[in-house]
């Protein structure tokens, strides 16, 4: 019977439904409207308390509109109820061991392990503040519990920020001289050669006689041939 309710009830939650027996019934399992209205009681009884204290309803699993991410839900009970609690808790520290007070002596809680949630977001912070010359190299590791590293305890900015003093003692680039621009074909083709004579008055370039290789010319009937010497 074991191994037929099992072959049966496979496809419970794919529509299927097994077939009962041997005067067994299925009997629904409802709830009296008297403990609905007092589970329903207890639910705003408890959603009353969250608001009484400031503690978000999704934190307790009470409901609520959905937050982004578990660091943004953190941070927002941090802003509202969890950072009034702290502080009470801090100046009851002050007071029993008799602190002077900020800025000398006070008692302070570190709240960044609440926040360490998204590894993600958490190490794009860090890399932002070391590019902005916020945090140290070494500081940002510290945050993620690593060792420093030789040269990392000095702050770092870009070279490209520069305060708005500086930036008209910056020399611009030398602005590259544009070449003439020819007429036509024709016109830049007549330069070239009268360079290249220039060239060969001057000593500059050899004759073609005075070498012994034939000079190779191109033309659009033939393509390359052998020229006779010059």
Known sequence: MRDRWNEQSKGLHQGDTPILSGGLKITPWTVPARDAQLAELMRLSAEKICWAYQIPLQLLGLGGAPFSSTESLLRFWLSTGLSFALNHVEQSF?????????????????????????PKDRIE???????????????????????????????RVQAQ????????????????????????????????????????????????????EPVIRKTKANGLQRGELR
């Open 125 to 155: 912070m860090l890399a932002r503040g070391v590019q902005s010359g916020i945090y140290s190299p070494n500081e940002a590791r510290a945050a993620e519990d690593l060792s420093a590293v030789p040269f990392g305890n000095e702050v």
């Open 94 to 118: 002050d007071l029993l061991f008799d602190l002077e007070g900020e800025p000398s002596e006070y008692t302070e809680f570190s709240t960044e392990g609440l926040l360490r949630v998204d």
């Open 161 to 212: 920020n520069v305060p708005l003093s500086a930036a008209a003692a910056i020399p611009t680039a030398p602005a590259m001289p544009a070449a003439p621009a020819a007429a036509d074909y024709r016109d830049a083709v007549q330069r070239d050669v009268e360079a290249l004579r220039a060239r060969a008055r001057s000593g500059q370039l050899s004759a073609p006689e005075l070498s012994n």
